[in-house]
């Protein structure tokens, strides 16, 4: 079944790539009729840039990282300076299409009464004048209009010229302004939330989320070490891991990774596997973590805080990514299961690496699901896609009367190194009793 997943997914991403490049040397290319070395050196720079991308996404998670990173930084940042461009010079050609054909509907609405005479139509001169011959049609003005909508090929080249500069400088300008945040330091973002269930004596509990790392080809254990030293700065009760660590096998960056260890809190941390674990090898990565004392919640649960009889405590819940099923059949998400012979009456925080499995988590009384995956939608235009796809994109949410959902941002990024208007970020969420 794995096997299916990765064809249908590459044969998808080719077709995406090959349609957006080619998309791409029509506007800049065909339109604006460049020629030469500069028709050459364009057509070059697009077919490299089209095969680099999957070669990255292969490379990155194959080939050890003194030779995977270069290669994967210049094909990740060709694949979002190239989201940018298509997005803009798609806007523009949406902007003219609809301009035109506002300006059609405009000219198809214009009447001109028949019992009137039209001061624009011809004059028709039947008789001899000294000034005419016979049958001679003479025009008010002294050159016709041009027909709606003609721009004439020198005029049509130059905007061709100019909507392509002007898309290529502000997409060259985003880009840069997105790299800088993703690679920048990552920001600890405060949650408080009250929960209904929660023993006063665990008033101000503090648990720090982190999300999506994604260590991989490109962030690797020294973007870990800045994680670990902010995470131990907040200094957390519990620390949780809610999918998406990790982008690559144990082999190649299980060192990086290791750096985890570090992590300081007095309850622990916890760990859900998201998507991209099973991509990575889950069957390895989960016993990996256990030696570094981060165990994974599999449609499971464990008690936080006082485990004596009448101590201060909550639950904490974990589930699979629902892709696991495909890699690793016994994973498919089960809530139920991981909820079997619960008190009702105690207070329940979920680790769900998706937030989908809201609906069925308030359905079994969570008070708090936290999640990932989304990225807060990384960069626009995926900010949009995000909105529709899942039902919350990022930031504390209400979902019914007793549950509550935080989608964190993520910690790193994946694909395009590029952050706009959604940046990282480790989450301190504060527990208060409601």
Request: charged share 15%; proline share 7%.
């Amino acid at each position: 079944m794995r096997y299916g997943f990765y064809s249908v997914v590459f044969t998808v991403g080719i077709a995406l790539l090959y349609f957006a490049h080619r998309y791409a040397w029509r506007r800049l290319v065909k339109d604006t009729g460049v020629t030469g070395a500069v028709r050459r050196l364009t057509a070059a720079i697009l077919i490299a840039g089209c095969a680099s991308i999957p070669l990255g996404m292969i490379i990155g998670r194959y080939v050890d990282r003194t030779v995977s990173q270069p290669f994967a930084i210049v094909a990740f940042s060709w694949a979002g300076f190239m989201a940018f461009l298509i997005t803009i010079l798609f806007a523009l050609d949406a902007g003219v299409l609809g301009a035109r054909l506002v300006a059609r509907l405009r000219g198809r609405n214009v009447e001109v009464p028949s019992s009137e005479p039209n001061p624009a139509a011809p004059t028709i001169v039947t008789g001899p004048t000294p000034s005419a011959p016979p049958s001679t049609v003479v025009h008010p003005a002294q050159t016709p209009p041009a027909p709606s909508g003609l721009i004439l090929p020198a005029r049509r080249a130059f905007l061709a010229r100019a909507s392509a500069g002007a898309a290529l400088g502000t997409a060259g300008g985003l880009f840069v302004i997105g790299a800088r945040n993703a690679f920048g330091e990552v920001a600890v973002k405060e949650v408080p939330v009250g929960l209904a269930r929660l023993p006063k004596a665990l008033d101000g509990f503090k648990i720090v989320q982190l999300t999506d790392v994604h260590i991989g080809a490109m962030l690797d254990g020294r973007f870990l070490d800045g994680v670990v030293e902010t995470v131990n700065r907040q200094k957390p009760d519990l620390v949780v891991i809610t999918g998406d660590l990790v982008d690559g096998s144990t082999r190649l960056i299980g060192a990086d990774v290791a750096r985890l260890g570090g992590i300081q809190s007095r309850h622990g941390t916890w760990f859900i596997t998201g998507n991209h674990e099973y991509y990575s090898g889950a069957g390895d990565w989960i016993p990996f973590l256990d030696k570094l004392r981060i165990p994974t919640l599999v449609n499971s649960r464990v008690v936080i805080g006082d485990k004596g009889p009448g101590g201060a405590s909550f639950d904490l819940a974990g589930i699979p990514d629902r892709q696991g099923t495909l890699f690793v059949p016994e994973h498919e998400p089960n809530l139920g299961r991981a909820l079997e012979g619960r008190d009702p009456e105690r207070e329940l925080v979920l680790l769900a690496h998706r937030p989908n499995p809201i609906t069925e988590a308030a359905a079994h009384g969570v008070g708090l699901q936290l999640s990932g995956h989304t990225h807060g939608g990384q960069f626009f235009p995926i900010t949009a896609i995000g909105e529709l796809v899942h039902p919350y994109n990022a930031g504390l949410h209400r979902h019914g009367d007793l549950t509550q959902i935080y989608v964190s941002c993520g910690t790193g990024f994946w694909g395009p190194p590029i952050r706009i208007l959604a940046p990282s970020e480790v989450t301190s969420i504060r527990l208060y009793a409601a």
